[in-house]
């Protein structure tokens, strides 16, 4: 096989392109940006050999195609380049509306390409350290866990010039949990280190109100409960309003024979605790980085470009991991029925919150079954 060609996709996207240009048999081909002093300063500063603001041009030099444009325009893009057969990796979320979801489910099953959502949340490295600790059976059987984004990310809604982003309508123009992929992601693959069929089947949401910033409709916090198929349960907070530092990265875990509980100090390592429940007995957490042993020898063995990276290096290891899927060596890490799933809990909470908190089911991705009778006309 020869060199594999990705263009990438929006200004974003450069938090990607060291990595890409270190992969074995990838070729960083193309940059496609509307902004055109940014899109020449780029080509020229990376060595890429087109630069276009043309999504079309860009597709037809290239094998594969990185998104990282605003969430509004990811269904569309992806679709766009499924059908031509050229292989995804988007940005979260995958879409904006129920029918985008199901019109991605359409285009990925019919393309020979794959699809993966830059889920980079999953590649942190505690957050994998904690999947080891799973998979090894610390915990025992999971049962519980939680995800927070906490983002207080107001200097977002409104450009220099005054008028509204992108973010102004799509994250804060409506209610319930519309970035929830990043707080979801990681629990939902520890608890399928001993279910892998595991999936998100149901969620009910509430909101806050209003206490901030009321030109947006927003809740200043919203929760939603997510029940897993095999009956475990999942609590997601997203807060893009409040007057608070960030917490851009909550996680905990409980199990049968252990606990997870992240920092909520940047910087701090997270703590557990293993054992099994004896009367009288004095219960202390430890510190996760006595377990350091157990950290995948990729995170351990990191070179200096992949610590550096953003998101504690996720945005590295993350394009490791897509490279090797572009060279037929694993299957997406996440996939178009994951990126559907942890998605579809975030556009369903909307409509739970609007609804008063009522529970609705996640459409079974996987199957296709109760899809809509127009998908499968497309």
């Keep these: 096989m020869g060199e594999i060609r990705v263009g990438v996709v929006g200004r974003r996207g450069e938090a990607f392109l ?5 992969q074995r048999g ?21 060595e890429v050999p087109l630069a276009t603001q043309s999504y079309e041009e860009l597709l037809e030099r290239v094998d594969a195609v990185v998104l990282a444009t605003p969430m509004h325009l990811h269904a569309d893009q992806a679709i766009r380049a499924l059908r031509a057969d050229k292989h995804v990796l988007s940005e979260v979320t995958a879409c904006v509306s129920m029918e985008e979801c199901w019109r991605l489910w359409r285009a990925a099953r019919t393309s020979r390409a794959a699809y993966t959502m830059a889920e980079n949340y999953c590649n942190i490295p505690e957050v994998a350290l904690v999947g080891e600790l799973a998979r090894r059976g610390f915990f025992g059987e999971p049962y519980y866990g939680e995800g927070e984004y906490l983002h207080e990310v107001r200097d977002y809604h409104h450009g220099a010039d005054g008028r509204p982003t992108w973010r102004a309508h799509w994250q804060v123009g409506t ?28 969620v009910v949401a509430l909101g806050s109100g209003i206490h901030t910033d009321p030109e947006h ?4 916090t919203s929760v939603a409960l997510v029940k897993m198929a095999s009956g475990r349960l999942i609590r997601l907070r997203l807060d893009m309003m409040s007057n608070r530092p960030h ?23 997270g ?6 429940s004896r009367a009288g007995e004095t219960r202390r957490w430890r510190s996760i980085g006595e377990f350091e042993e157990f950290l995948p020898d990729r995170y351990r063995n990191a070179p200096q470009e992949a610590r550096h990276a953003g998101h504690g290096g996720g945005d ?13 060596e694993q299957p997406p890490a996440v996939g178009v029925e994951d990126a559907l799933e942890w998605t579809s809990v975030g ?18 991705f996987r199957t296709g079954a109760g899809r809509p009778a127009w998908v499968d006309a497309l």
């Design 26 to 46: 990838i070729r960083l081909e193309a940059l496609c940006e509307l902004n055109a002093a940014w899109l020449e300063e780029a080509a020229r500063r990376w």
């Design 271 to 276: 703590l557990v605790w293993f054992g099994e």
């Design 217 to 220: 409709p927003h809740d200043d």
């Design 247 to 269: 917490l851009m990265a909550f996680y905990s875990l409980q199990g049968t024979a252990g606990a997870y509980e992240a920092s909520r100090v940047e910087g701090q390592p």
């Design 316 to 328: 590295w290891f993350l394009i490791e991991d897509w490279s090797a899927t572009l060279r037929g």
């Design 347 to 364: 556009l369903l909470s909307t409509l739970s919150v609007e609804s008063g908190g009522v529970p609705l089911r996640i459409p079974d």
């Design 18 to 22: 060291a990595a890409l240009k270190a």
């Design 175 to 202: 209610t319930g949990l519309t970035y929830p992929t990043h707080s979801l992601g990681p629990v939902v693959q520890w608890m399928r280190t001993t279910d892998p069929r595991d999936r998100p089947a149901s």
